[in-house]
């Protein structure tokens, strides 16, 4: 295995869903690609747009979002290294979404023809890609639950325990440390939440003695208890390794 | 029951007669008593908003009485959590 092919993080992804045979993991090393830089709340992908390529997370925060005419935002989903945010431009050629880079970030952007290729190629790689797109479906999900019917505390809580988990499924995350360099404008924006609610609710979550943040540090202080006052249940997020701390 | 109300008139087009909620001199709720325009729900105390840990999106009650138990409650078990934590980190 090339272990110095970018798409390495690509690979890690896929495994944490679904395992691969060699020869898969061989044909995805082999995707051709270009590496691109995007600075810190840049757009890498704006709605209305036509892509031709897929883009891949190797560093840094990605997320998806929609931006209302009168200026408010609303963010859709996180995206850490190793996920690929467009996958659904393959097949859907307008893009109904913007996607941003919320750190300086890196991504790989992988042409949609070799993707298909590679696709009807190795059924075991496109299975898990499709797999990997229905758990995106299934965050969708558990983002409307979170945002139209948890409370302030619970919604907020809700997002640090899903970054934790994903981070951990990838190996980001170290043992109840990791690092969400999230602003509190961030963390409103996705959970439906004012900046004042979202920085009254940090507050809070460190008064119970749940998270310790240190800058844009977390440190999760009581992870049992986080998941339950968030309400979170990691079975949405289908890992095949669950990642308690 | 340490909460008490005070009656007021609130700005909905509906639903104008409500109550603010204190405990002691804190101000912990606003609420409306729902008018006929709500059917079988006609009545009910609604909670408009609930500061902290009396937060509860769309909550209503049979009564004040209940509204104001179940208010409580929530601060009671808010006060509780957090004098864990205190416990728990330790002195300092």
Not at chain 1, 10 to 35: F, G, H, K, N, T
Not at chain 1, 164 to 178: C, D, H, P, Q, S
Request: hydrophobic share 45%; with cysteine; charged share 25%.
């Amino acid at each position: 295995m090339a272990a110095s092919s970018e798409l390495t993080f690509l690979l890690r992804q896929l495994d944490s869903v679904v395992e691969l045979a060699p020869e898969d993991r061989a044909a995805v090393l082999s995707l051709p690609y270009r590496i691109k830089a995007v600075a810190e709340k840049r757009d890498l992908l704006r709605e209305g747009s036509h892509p031709v390529e897929s883009c891949l997370v190797l560093e840094g925060i990605v997320c998806r979002y929609k931006m209302l005419s009168n200026g408010r935002r609303q963010i859709l989903s996180f995206h850490f290294p190793g996920d690929m945010p467009d996958l659904q431009s393959l097949y859907l050629r307008t893009m109904d979404h913007s996607i941003a880079a919320i750190t300086p970030a890196r991504v790989a952007f992988i042409p949609h023809e070799s993707v298909r290729t590679l696709i009807r190629a190795q059924p075991s790689v496109a299975d898990a890609l499709s797999r990997s797109t229905m758990i995106d479906a299934s965050i969708y999900r558990e983002w409307i639950a979170n945002v139209g019917r948890r409370t302030a505390l619970e919604r907020v809580a809700h997002v640090i325990c899903e970054c934790f988990a994903r981070l951990r499924a990838v190996g980001l995350a170290k043992l109840r440390t990791f690092e969400l360099p999230l602003s509190q404008m961030e963390l409103a924006d996705a959970t439906g939440l004012s900046n004042v609610h979202v920085n009254r609710t940090m507050r809070e979550l460190r008064r119970l003695g749940l998270v310790e943040t240190n800058s844009k540090v977390h440190g999760i202080v009581d992870w049992e208890l986080l998941q339950e006052t968030a309400d979170f249940d990691p079975a949405y997020l289908h890992l095949r390794r669950q990642a308690p701390p | 029951m340490t909460l008490t109300v005070l009656p007021v008139r609130l700005g909905n087009v509906d639903d104008t007669d409500g109550v603010l909620v204190y405990r002691g001199e804190v101000l912990v709720a606003v609420m409306s008593q729902l008018s006929a325009e709500h059917g079988e729900r006609e009545g009910r105390w609604f909670l408009e908003i609930g500061f902290g840990a009396s937060s509860e999106p769309g909550a209503d009650f049979q009564t004040l009485d209940a509204a104001k138990v179940w208010i409580e409650s929530r601060l009671d078990e808010q006060d509780r959590r957090v004098a864990e934590a205190i416990a728990r980190r330790g002195p300092g």
